[in-house]
């Protein structure tokens, strides 16, 4: 079974600073996907970014970057310049099977990251 | 951008009554839907696969018969939590996926609250 770990429960970081956010999976399938959602107080879950097994470079969003070391089975999330919009919890987690098309993800614990003014 | 949206916020309900979940996808197909569960300071838990037109599937330890999932069209699949017991408060989350799969959107989730 694939298994998605966050080891950080909790991230303090000053604004403007970078920070980077733990992700280590397990899996034995050649073919994965990686994401990457925040959630805010509100609830809701934002995709952030992806990460295809497959893909040469590392995927970037605008401020998101996904720091992704296939041997290491690392796919740690970068967020350049914080701001303090970005304070939420953060969720990393694995395509589980391909089911008609769709993806059926597997989440790690979460990191809440809080951005200090 | 695609939109998935679900209704409604929050609710508040008796023990013994059933709540009716419903997750939409505004402009966008979905012939398969996700329904998640998440308890406080946790992570999201996948309850079922909703599949428009069939039987959902559901995971392991989610019982068939307290969350009755009907997936009717492209666009709509409901969650009803049925007979609500304390133990059933929660946050709930459905998601689809769009071209593909590669992206799965989320909705705005229901917090279920049983008295």
């Known amino acids: 079974a694939q298994k998605i770990t966050q080891t950080q429960p909790g991230m303090f970081v000053q604004e403007k600073e970078a920070v980077t956010l733990d992700c280590t999976y397990d899996?034995?399938?050649?073919?994965?996907?990686l994401f990457w959602y925040k959630q805010p107080s509100s609830g809701e879950m934002i995709f952030l970014i992806y990460q295809g097994s497959y893909d040469q470079q590392n995927a970037t969003e605008g401020r998101y970057s996904l720091n992704f070391q296939k041997a290491r089975k690392s796919a740690n999330l970068v967020i350049s310049a914080s701001q303090l919009g970005d304070s939420a919890m953060y969720f990393c987690a694995m395509r589980d099977e391909l089911i008609q098309g769709a993806q059926k993800l597997v989440f790690g614990q979460g990191t809440r990251l809080t951005i200090n003014p | 951008g695609a939109v998935v949206s679900q209704h409604p916020s929050w609710v508040i309900c008796k023990s013994g009554t059933s709540v009716k979940i419903e997750c939409r996808s505004l402009d966008f197909q979905a012939t398969t839907m996700f329904w998640y569960r998440q308890f406080p300071k946790q992570s999201l838990m996948l309850m079922a696969t909703s599949n428009e037109g069939s039987k959902a599937t559901y995971e392991q330890g989610v019982e068939k018969d307290k969350f009755l999932i009907n997936h009717a069209s492209l666009t709509l699949s409901t969650l009803t939590v049925t007979s609500a017991h304390p133990e059933d408060s929660s946050f709930y989350i459905c998601s689809a996926p769009h071209r593909g799969g590669e992206k799965l959107f989320f909705g705005s989730g229901t917090q279920l609250s049983v008295l």
């Open positions: 899996t034995s399938d050649p073919s994965y996907g």
